[in-house]
């Protein structure tokens, strides 16, 4: 669920780090570089970047499209492939068979059955379609404050990955440990407090 939903579950960040150059510039060509690259047709099982929030399916990021007032609106998709086990060891006991009966065995080799599996999963994830899924992130540059929408550990993770690699910036998630150490001006002792403090349990 992402930013227009009725709906939509979200993590804040806090964005650290400097820009020496323009940041508009910066930012673009961050996103240009690390824009989602197209997997169909290609055996590779997972694709994670860039994409337009307006039109995530085809991203255009040219003009400043990207761009509303002091804030930055654009999304990271991930495409992936699933292939289940199944559909492998259906297809991967046709091939045996065919390739046993070519050379004339009843059975073929470890290494043999190895290249045979390897060979059946390529030739798999080259034909069948990936599923997309599409986070929108939402970030006031002024501010350094950033919205993700998207809870999942995997999802922020791979934001967070892909947001350093793209404009040589951190994201600090944002939780009350995190918020008092960022916004409270604390003393070594008071953090060492707040480090220490562990969650209490209200039911047995």
């Known amino acids: 669920m992402g930013l227009l939903s009725p709906t939509a579950s979200m993590t804040r960040y806090k964005v650290t780090g400097n820009i020496e150059n323009s940041i508009k510039e910066t930012i673009l060509k961050g996103l240009k570089k690390f824009c989602i690259a197209d997997i169909e047709n290609e055996n590779f099982e997972k694709s994670v970047g860039w994409t337009s929030f307006d039109n995530p399916f085809n991203p255009d990021f040219d003009g400043m499209k990207f761009e509303i007032g ?20 259906k297809h991967f006991s046709i091939e045996y068979a065919r390739q046993a009966k070519k050379n004339g065995r009843d059975y073929l080799s470890k290494n043999e059955k190895k290249s045979l599996k390897e060979h059946v999963v390529s030739v798999l994830t080259l034909r069948i379609p ?27 993770e791979e934001v967070e ?16 440990y995190t ?19 562990s969650p209490t349990k209200f039911t047995d």
Do not use: C, H
């Open 130 to 156: 990936s599923t997309p899924n599409v986070y929108d992130l939402l970030w006031n540059y002024e501010t350094g404050s950033l919205y993700f929408f998207s809870t999942l550990k995997l999802a922020n």
């Open 179 to 197: 918020m008092a150490e960022l916004l409270l001006d604390l003393s070594d002792v008071e953090k060492d407090v707040i480090l220490n403090l």
């Open 70 to 89: 002091s804030f930055f609106l654009f999304s990271m998709r991930i495409d992936k492939k699933n292939l289940s086990s199944k559909i492998i060891q």
């Open 161 to 176: 990955t892909l947001f350093f690699k793209s404009f040589n910036l951190s994201l600090v998630r944002l939780f009350p």
